[in-house]
Nanobody
Framework: VQLQASGGGLARPGDSLRLSCTGQ????????IGWFRQAPGKERENIVC???????FYKDSVKGRFSISRDNAKDTVYLQMNNLKPEDTAVYYC????????????????????WGQGTLVTVSS
């Protein structure tokens, strides 16, 4: 399975961006979705974890600003990011895993086996 991430770029504080993560046909149907980010000099952190049953967990720092959605017909999952802040600057990664169940936005990178290539989001005035 391959994932293709896109949608990153430069944004000003308060702006919105939508990241896309597209997989191979049918790959998202039964997968758990993870969005991670890695800021310069920091470890990769899980910010959103979405189960196939619809239960989704958000890290406190993005709760109320970020949301995910799936379009299984397009094999694509989206990360809508609103009211961006400079501290959201990071490389963002999407990940899939069939054998995991989210109980919070606290997954480890090793919990997911399929990764997109990462897309850079820079928030600066």
């Amino acid at each position: 399975v391959q994932l293709q991430a896109s949608g990153g770029g430069l944004a000003r504080p308060g702006d919105s961006l939508r990241l896309s993560c597209t997989g191979q046909e049918g790959s998202l149907d039964f997968a758990v979705i993870g969005w991670f980010r890695q800021a310069p000099g920091k470890e990769r952190e899980n910010i959103v974890c979405g189960n196939r049953d619809g239960r989704t967990f958000y890290k406190d720092s993005v709760k109320g600003r970020f949301s995910i959605s799936r379009d299984n017909a397009k094999d694509t999952v989206y990360l809508q990011m609103n009211n961006l802040k400079p501290e959201d600057t990071a490389v963002y990664y999407c990940a899939l895993e069939n054998y995991y169940y989210c109980t919070g936005a606290d997954a480890l990178a090793r919990d997911f086996s399929v990764w997109g290539q990462g897309t850079l989001v820079t928030v600066s005035s």
